[in-house]
Nanobody, 126 residues
Framework: QVQLVESGGGLVQAGGSLRLSCAAS????????MGWFRQAPGKEREFVAG????????AYADSVKGRFAISRDNAKNTVYLQMNSLKPEDTAVYYC???????????????????WGQGTQVTVSS
């Protein structure tokens, strides 16, 4: 089992920045690809960013490329999502996910991924 706990969400004005963290415990963190997803009210959960278990490969949704950056620190069992130039359309609950059988693109339907955190709310005001 892997437990994931997100933190760092909050309310920010458009153009601002936030850094989300996802702390993992349980099984060997370094063997899992990690990803961030988000879900806005009334919308499907969508992929935001992912990073391979070694950390050498990253992937991003087109909507966040150039603004968001994912990274991981395997020594701290933590994955981060640095979000810059935030827009009101980035408002959503952000979830951390871990899976041992995918790469950075987290290429499974979201409901098929192994582990999820409880989510953290990000609200961007205009």
């Amino acid at each position: 089992q892997v437990q994931l706990v997100e933190s760092g969400g909050g309310l920010v004005q458009a153009g601002g920045s936030l850094r989300l963290s996802c702390a993992a415990s349980g099984r060997t963190f370094s063997r899992f690809a990690m990803g961030w997803f988000r879900q806005a009210p009334g919308k499907e959960r969508e992929f935001v960013a992912g990073i391979s278990w070694i950390g050498g490969t990253t992937a991003y949704a087109d909507s966040v490329k150039g603004r968001f950056a994912i990274s991981r620190d395997n020594a701290k069992n933590t994955v981060y999502l640095q979000m810059n130039s935030l827009k009101p359309e980035d408002t959503a609950v952000y979830y951390c996910s871990a899976d041992s059988s995918v790469g950075a693109t987290m290429s499974k339907p979201w409901y098929g991924l192994d582990y999820w955190g409880q989510g953290t709310q990000v609200t961007v005001s205009s």
